[in-house]
């Protein structure tokens, strides 16, 4: 069974907390974001089963917290009535995740709408939000890599303790045995500095780095992280090498489409991110160098 370590073929660590993306590797890492959220609907398990199917190796899913301190997998911290509906008679309405339990959270489909920006989406009925436990429980036997982001409520949604955060995160990683397979990512680097003192074996990435261009990697050591994302429009093929050479992984932005697609594989990315991981596989298949 391959780890991050295996998939990354001759990983070394070349300063605290970052891990080397093999610089000779002959293909990034297809990551499906939210599972592949332009082909089932996102953050499900249908998804993510597809994604596996379609051979990525990585899942992409985002994390909330209830009001009963429990994970659920979703983008949005407060229920998005665009895409999920109550199941008839279940009594819940849309409102924050933080502010309803678990038990309640599980009560909306998920499946059967779809929002604006994924068209092609395929509706799976009666589809609903993981939790982590359920993910990692279903895929750990499989070669799947995991990518996990923690997605902080606004004001009015709740609050939750990054540090209480992250350790919910910690504990679902380690009950499964994960710590090799899972990249906690977030804007909210206090989730990810958390991660660092709970649990150093498991990496981190930073997000929304890009305004720190030319200051990467004293911000990648002050955080411990073990790597980001960058978008193609704010770095260069030299930039990725330097970062990838020092022994950071440096994962694209979310990309959907064939131009896209060769551009970061030409900058010489670790992983490319995309809702449409089926196009990506075939991008691959047909374009190996």
């Known amino acids: 069974m391959r780890t991050l370590i295996s998939i990354i073929a001759s990983a070394v660590v070349l300063m605290p907390g970052v891990v080397a993306h093999a610089a000779e ?3 990034p890492i297809v990551i499906a974001h939210r599972g592949g959220a332009l082909l089932m609907p996102e953050n499900t398990l249908p998804a993510f089963d597809h994604a596996i199917a379609l051979g990525a190796e990585m899942l992409e899913f985002d994390m909330v917290v209830t009001a009963d301190d429990q994970l659920v997998v979703q983008h949005d911290p407060t229920v998005n009535a665009t895409y999920c509906t109550p199941e008839p008679g279940s009594g819940v309405s849309p409102g924050p995740i933080r502010s309803m ?6 009560k909306f489909d998920c499946g059967s709408k779809h929002r604006a920006i994924y068209p092609t989406q395929k509706p799976v009925p009666g589809a609903r939000m993981p939790t982590p ?11 799947a890599l995991f990518f996990g982001e923690t997605k ?16 919910l995160v910690e504990a679902a990683v380690r009950k499964h045995g994960l710590e090799d397979r899972f990249i906690l990512q977030s804007f909210d680097w206090r989730t990810l500095e958390a991660m660092h003192d ?23 050591r002050q955080h411990h992280a073990s790597c980001l994302t960058l978008s193609s429009r704010v770095t260069d093929a ?14 694209s932005d979310v990309v959907d489409d064939e131009a896209g697609w ?17 196009g990506l596989v075939a991008f691959l298949k047909r374009s190996p160098n």
Do not use: H, W
């Open 198 to 220: 709970i649990n150093p074996r498991i990496r981190t990435c930073l997000l929304g780095a890009k305004a720190e261009k030319g200051a990467y990697l004293p911000l990648l």
């Open 101 to 106: 339990k678990l038990a309640d959270v599980l």
């Open 262 to 278: 060769r551009i970061n594989r030409e900058l010489g990315m670790s992983a490319i991110f995309t809702n449409d991981p089926a």
């Open 152 to 167: 902080m409520p606004k004001p009015a949604e709740g609050q939750v303790d990054p540090v209480a955060f992250a350790r």
């Open 133 to 143: 436990d359920a993910v990692f429980a279903r895929y750990k036997d499989t070669p």
């Open 238 to 251: 030299a930039e990725v090498k330097q970062l990838r050479d020092a022994g950071v992984m440096v994962i």
């Open 25 to 27: 590797a002959s293909r």
